[in-house]
């Protein structure tokens, strides 16, 4: 897809962040009755979804954070990515998120999360974080009792023994201090890959710049993103400018990730930056929020920038999910037991055991339907719009009758003309009408997530009783935008494999390689 600007290829093969505001994953599900499912360790009503591409566990941590608004529940977030390198900044931002406040202060970590998360530069303090936590967290990979008391919200089980040894090798990568900046030179990779986007519009990358700005984000919706902001990222690759810029100069190697170029005719491995040059993280936090006056303008102009708005909606984040990182007895007199007057049905602080993130082999959302224990296990279904290609037929069995699914369209995405962004929005309803789900009724349309119902005459063995009907769709969080991720080429080609029926949701999945091709969209 050539545009004016180059070469079309702005977003990259590999996603470092959505595309789309957070949403809270319990507005968009069905309601699920308390006592038809309920989790029978707990007690309490569970929701189990499922998310492919999810890419930065954005909707997960607004999900916990607004969970206080919801009766009780207990979660199960079903993790499907396209390389692990993704795999390992979730473990890491969860991480940071659930950080005791004692060590770690509510700022800092917000602030640390934002230079992670969306600068290609660090300060050296956050890039001296960064190395502890993985070198921490490389230590308890291999180490699965370790890794189930000191992170009892996590679950590797499920990932298979090679991915789990080169998911401790991402780890070690991040923790290792040879060779400097040399090992992974952030600038000059960022520098490269501007230059083959740009192509001979390089040197007058700023009017490329503004145009992109003015002329397609703020025209779809994201008017709050400054251009000096976004002039900074295009040519840095720095976002959020915390500090003074010159303390920016420690290379991120949480975006480092592995490709296979054509070298003299013969396939090469090569870690480099193959992330998104064109967007940027604006639009994941910055560009809505619950705090109306933050998106007050003044002659016309908005008085907060998507930065700002950004460090807000973070901040506010993490003060609400702090309370999930810390163990029941450490909340003492916190703890609220409201409802039912037996107690069964609680709201109040959460805990740790409260939620589990579950991560699933990179090859098997076209295996899932295999298992039985995944037949008509979710209540819903979140698909990032560079994974729609894996949006099956074969996939759909996975939810249950009257279950979600939210597709995530390509609003943002800079390089996408306005003819293609409605022909992708049409493709999407045919894929997921062939995957047995119809538009959701009395739901407002929206330019940035496609949301659709599980059919109930496609049923399939395992239904859960508690979505057999639904209620009146939740109001829409207007989230806005949309991530077109192509599918990454992976360094090493997974073995295919017999795989057995499964008892446990946890055990290792196998099987086919599905098609790395992603959705193709017309020039």
């Not at 507005?27 to 006592?35: I, M, Q």
Request: aromatic share 8%; hydrophobic share 40%.
């Amino acid at each position: 897809m050539t545009t004016p600007a180059g070469s079309g290829a702005g977003f990259g093969s590999v996603s470092w962040w959505g595309l789309s505001p957070a949403l809270d994953l319990q507005a968009e599900s069905p309601p699920v009755d308390s006592d038809s499912q309920a989790d029978t360790g707990h007690g309490t009503p569970q929701l189990d979804v499922l998310l492919l591409g999810s890419v930065d566990g954005r909707h997960l941590l607004r999900t916990l954070a607004r969970a206080a608004l919801w009766p009780r529940r207990r979660f199960h977030f079903y993790v499907l990515e396209n390389n692990l390198e993704a795999v390992a900044r979730h473990m890491l931002i969860f991480s940071l998120a659930l950080e005791d406040p004692e060590k770690m202060g509510l700022q800092e970590r917000s602030e640390a999360f934002l230079e992670v998360w969306g600068n290609a530069l660090l300060r050296p303090p956050v890039a001296a974080f960064v190395r502890s936590q993985a070198d921490h967290l490389a230590h308890l990979v291999p180490e699965p009792d370790r890794l189930a008391k000191q992170l009892p919200w996590l679950s590797l089980g499920a990932l298979k023994f090679r991915e789990r040894d080169a998911l401790e090798a991402v780890f070690r990568f991040w923790a290792g201090r040879e060779k400097g900046s040399e090992a992974f030179p952030m600038s000059r990779l960022w520098d490269s890959r501007l230059r083959h986007y740009l192509g001979s519009r390089y040197d007058a990358r700023r009017g490329v710049s503004d145009w992109d700005l003015h002329m397609k984000l703020h025209d779809r919706g994201a008017r709050v993103i400054h251009i000096r902001e976004f002039r900074r990222w295009r040519d840095t690759g720095v976002a959020f400018e915390l500090r003074d810029s010159s303390a920016y100069h420690v290379p991120n190697r949480t975006m480092a990730s592995g490709r296979l170029l054509s070298h003299r005719g013969e396939r090469v491995a090569a870690r480099g930056y193959w992330g998104d040059i064109a967007t940027g993280p604006f639009v994941a936090f910055g560009i809505e929020a619950d705090d109306e006056s933050l998106l007050r303008t003044s002659n016309g102009q908005p008085i907060k920038t998507a930065g700002e708005i950004t460090q807000h909606n973070v901040t506010e984040l993490f003060q609400a999910v702090a309370a999930w990182g810390r163990p029941r007895d450490a909340q003492g007199d916190q703890m609220e037991v409201t409802g039912e007057a037996d107690g069964t049905w609680e709201t109040g602080a959460p805990t740790p055991e409260s939620f589990t993130v579950h991560f699933l082999p990179l090859s098997s959302s076209q295996t899932l339907h295999h298992k039985s224990c995944y037949k008509g296990h979710f209540q819903l279904l979140y698909v990032a719009c560079g994974m729609v290609h894996l949006l099956t037929p074969e996939l759909g069995t996975c939810v249950a009758p009257g279950g979600h699914l939210i597709v995530e369209l390509a609003r943002y995405l800079v390089d996408l003309r306005q003819e293609q962004l409605q022909e992708f929005t049409s493709r999407v309803g045919e894929l997921a009408q062939a995957a047995g789900f119809t538009p959701q009724p009395g739901v407002r349309p929206s330019e940035t997530f496609a949301r659709f119902l599980k059919s109930g005459d496609s049923a399939p063995d395992c239904i859960d009783p508690g979505v057999e009907s639904w209620p009146p769709t939740p109001k829409a969080l207007a989230p806005p935008p949309g991530v077109l991720t192509t599918s990454p080429e992976v360094l090493a080609t997974l073995p295919e494999a017999a795989n057995p029926p499964c008892e446990n949701p946890t055990q290792p999945l196998q099987g086919r390689t599905p098609s790395s091709e992603p959705l193709k969209l017309p020039l």
